[in-house]
């Protein structure tokens, strides 16, 4: 991923769940967040969910038109979150690194030998009965 600013990172709308799990691992950076609203916050944050909510601590807010003031603690909703201002010193390169462990597919049961639906043997339609109406067997007179 080439960035031409580092400083200015912005999050495309289109792969957010990426972006999220980048922005997760930045418990105890100072950043700098600008809001839709044209609202600027600096503060350390302390965490980051996967709608992109993020929480903060350390807090300088500053609304467009008024002055800067001082928080203990803030929490962003992800969606008002316009971009981040991530800190020069940041390492971007290890931090984009996905090292998520990937899910292993477990196949065990019927599935595996194959005896499910749709497995080697016999086809989708096997083993129930097809098109003997509603009843099924019926009674066995």
């Known amino acids: ?13 289109v792969s957010a769940v990426p972006s999220t799990r980048f ?5 105890n950076e100072t950043v700098t967040i600008e ?4 609202t600027t916050v600096n503060g350390t944050i302390t965490g980051v969910d996967p709608s992109m ?10 609304v467009r038109g008024r002055e800067p003031q ?16 991530l800190p020069d010193s940041l390492p971007l390169d290890t931090l984009l690194i996905d090292d998520a462990p990937k899910p292993k597919k477990k196949r065990d049961g ?10 080697a043997r016999g086809g989708p339609d096997r083993g129930r009965g097809r098109g003997r109406g509603r009843g099924g067997r019926g009674r066995g007179i």
Not at 23 to 27: A, F, Q, S, V
Not at 35 to 38: E, I, P, Q
Not at 70 to 85: E, W
Not at 110 to 119: I, P, S
């Open 70 to 85: 001082a928080l203990d603690s803030l929490a962003i909703r992800g969606n008002n979150v316009r971009y981040f201002i």
């Open 53 to 62: 909510n993020t929480h903060l601590k350390k807090v300088k807010m500053t």
């Open 35 to 38: 809001l839709k609203n044209g």
């Open 23 to 27: 922005l997760m691992k930045l418990n």
């Open 1 to 13: 991923m080439i960035l031409t600013n580092p400083l200015l990172y912005r999050f495309p709308r």
């Open 110 to 119: 019927a599935a595996a030998r194959g005896g499910a639906r749709g497995g």
